[in-house]
């Protein structure tokens, strides 16, 4: 009897990796145009970036987002692909899916109940476009041969047209991230714009910042800048001190434009002309220093501030002299600290940096070096500002490949 010829491997129209935002995304809307498509992820748990976005309740897009929101060494490849499919775009298949939304801040739309519900709609979107998801399935090597790719997964051979990588950026890697689509673009000749972690608490010296580890907890709305010209960002948001540094989502919005060794400039009262303010306390009344200062910011940041520049608490304010309330508005508008570092990728919401778009068609995702191949999401050197900008730029980039599949 003759032997069996060996199975011949599986063959998709469009092989996916990484089932997060992006992935699902593209996957849904691809089987639904009808091709054949293979979604592969190495993690355990479906979409866990979803699942933990946004406190649980996944601030899923950004009424407002414009390309101004996003980061890039191109700062115009974005473009396109946020025109095609803009927030109204997802809000509307959020609406179709049933899911109640809220606005919290900004523009930033979250679930009313839960995260999940947008890991469900992007499930039964894939559903309904007949997409196969292997899960946990690891993913060994890709070669490209004629009329596409061969893969070899966990879960055996695999042949495909089209090959999307979706495997996301480094943060958190205890949750699955890898560098892997890094490590694909470059076997395809791609250049990679170093990855930072971004949209993460910044860290300072211990000895510098022992005098403010006390006041962990403490957050009060500031003004926060860094950099100059084109890479200057700046921010109105909270602060939040932290036992080892700087959170809440002023630095966090300020740490992706953030480069070692500049300082960040805080003005801790961009509300108040606070000079102004103490003078007129000082007229008429015998409060002490500390107590009306207590009145404009945080007790603990109040005490701490005043400790600093050396200026006793107690003293009725009538009895402090102008140029020691100028001096301490100055400190309070123009505090200037100098980061030593971040949290690293352990707290990091997103990768700054990724696979560079000058090789990548704006229209498409597709790579301009290896027919075929394609790169969305964050994997892609495009980071958006805090607020549902980054799902944004998963669900267009996503939108963009799928149509062009
Ligand atoms: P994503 O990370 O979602 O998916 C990549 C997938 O690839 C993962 O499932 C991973 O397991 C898989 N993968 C990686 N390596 C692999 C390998 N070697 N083999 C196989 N599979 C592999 N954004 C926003 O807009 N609003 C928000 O509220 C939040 N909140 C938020 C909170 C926290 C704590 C974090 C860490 C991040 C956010 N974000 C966010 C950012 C947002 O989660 C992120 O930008 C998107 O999930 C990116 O979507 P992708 O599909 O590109 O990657």
Redesign the pocket.
């Known amino acids: 009897m003759p032997t069996a010829l060996p199975p011949s491997p599986l063959h998709f129209d469009a092989a996916i990796?990484?089932?997060?935002?992006?992935?699902l995304f593209c996957a849904g809307i691809a089987g639904q145009r009808g091709l054949k498509v293979l979604v592969?992820?190495?993690?355990e748990k479906l979409?866990?970036?979803?699942r933990?976005?946004?406190g649980g309740r996944?601030?899923?897009t950004n009424r407002d987002a414009t390309p101004a929101q996003f980061l890039s060494a191109n700062p115009h490849f974005c473009r396109s692909a946020l025109a095609r499919y803009t927030p109204a775009d997802f809000i509307a298949l959020v609406r179709r899916h049933g899911i109640g939304f809220h606005e919290k801040h900004k523009g930033q739309l979250f679930c009313d109940d839960s995260a999940e519900q947008i890991i469900d709609l992007l499930v039964a979107e894939c559903e309904a476009g007949g997409v196969q998801r292997w899960q946990p399935c690891?993913?060994a090597a890709a070669r490209a041969v004629e009329g596409g790719f061969e893969l070899d997964t966990s879960a055996g051979p695999v042949r495909c047209t089209q090959f999307v990588v979706?495997?996301?950026?480094l943060?958190?890697p205890k949750i699955?991230?890898?560098d892997?689509g890094h490590r694909l673009a470059r076997q395809y000749g791609h250049a990679i714009v170093p990855p930072r972690p971004a949209l993460v608490p910044l860290t300072f010296d211990a000895s510098l910042w022992a005098p403010f580890v006390p006041l962990a907890g403490a957050s009060l709305p500031v003004q926060v800048a860094t950099g100059s010209g084109k890479a200057a960002g700046r921010f109105d948001e909270d602060l939040l001190f932290t036992h080892r540094g700087l959170s809440g989502p002023a630095v966090l919005q300020i740490s992706s434009f953030w480069q070692p060794g500049q300082p960040l400039r805080l003005n801790l009262l961009p509300a108040d002309d606070i000079a102004e303010q103490l003078r007129q306390a000082k007229a008429g009344s015998r409060r002490q220093l500390g107590n009306a200062l207590a009145g404009l910011l945080p007790q603990r940041l109040a005490d701490a501030w005043l400790a600093r520049l050396d200026l006793d608490a107690t003293r009725p304010l009538p009895e402090v002299r102008d140029k020691d309330l100028q001096r301490l508005a100055d400190s309070l508008a123009r505090w200037e600290i100098t980061p030593t570092g971040t949290e690293g990728w352990r707290k990091a919401?997103?990768t700054a940096g990724g696979v560079d778009t000058r090789e990548l068609d704006s229209r498409s995702m597709a790579s301009q070096r290896q027919p075929g191949l394609y790169f969305?999401?964050?994997?892609v050197d495009v980071t958006?500002w805090l607020g549902?900008?980054?799902?944004?730029w998963?669900w267009a980039s996503a939108a963009a490949c799928a149509q062009s599949l």
Do not use: R
């Not at 979706?166 to 950026?169: K, R, V």
């Not at 549902?388 to 944004?392: I, S």
């Open positions: 990796l990484g089932a997060g935002a992006a992935g592969i992820d190495h993690a979409a866990e970036k979803i933990i976005s946004g996944c601030n899923f690891s993913l979706a495997s996301g950026g943060s958190i699955g991230a890898t892997i919401e997103v969305i999401g964050e994997v958006g549902g900008y980054n799902f944004q998963a």
